[in-house]
């Protein structure tokens, strides 16, 4: 079974940036899709984005559209998240999850979908 690992959390005013990395170990990430999700205070743990095991697709959730991007590094078995003009609201712990990936199967957006989750970071933008 794969093991995740989330690392680069931090504090940041608006407007800052960071880059989240999940680290996979286990077996390889090449054949997973991937996602960050987050859970800010008092709320569900959501979608952020995704991108399914051959790279080529990319999801995002509205309000993250233009501010973040989702990479891989199938080389490294490492998930990325850059996160440029962060916004208060963008506090929150941030998980990375996978699931084996199927050819022609869109990864959703649903945490249901996802059975291998990190343990999370968390990410706290001041004003």
């Known amino acids: 079974q794969v093991h995740l690992v989330e690392s680069g959390g931090g504090s940041v005013q608006a407007g800052g940036s960071l880059r989240l990395s999940c680290a996979g170990s286990g077996r390889t990430l090449s054949s997973y899709d991937m996602a960050w999700f987050r859970q800010g205070p008092g709320n569900e743990r959501e979608f952020v984005t995704s991108i399914d095991w051959t790279g080529e697709n990319t999801y995002y959730v509205d309000s993250v559209k233009r501010r973040f991007t989702i990479s891989r590094d199938d080389a490294k078995n490492t998930l990325y998240l850059q996160m440029m003009t962060l916004k208060p609201e963008d506090t929150a712990v941030y998980y990375c999850?996978?699931?084996?990936?199927?050819?022609?199967?869109?990864?959703?957006?649903?945490?249901?979908?996802?059975?291998?989750w990190g343990q999370g970071t968390q990410v706290t933008v001041s004003s």
């Open positions: 999850a996978a699931r084996l990936g199927r050819l022609g199967v869109r990864p959703s957006r649903e945490k249901e979908y996802y059975d291998r």
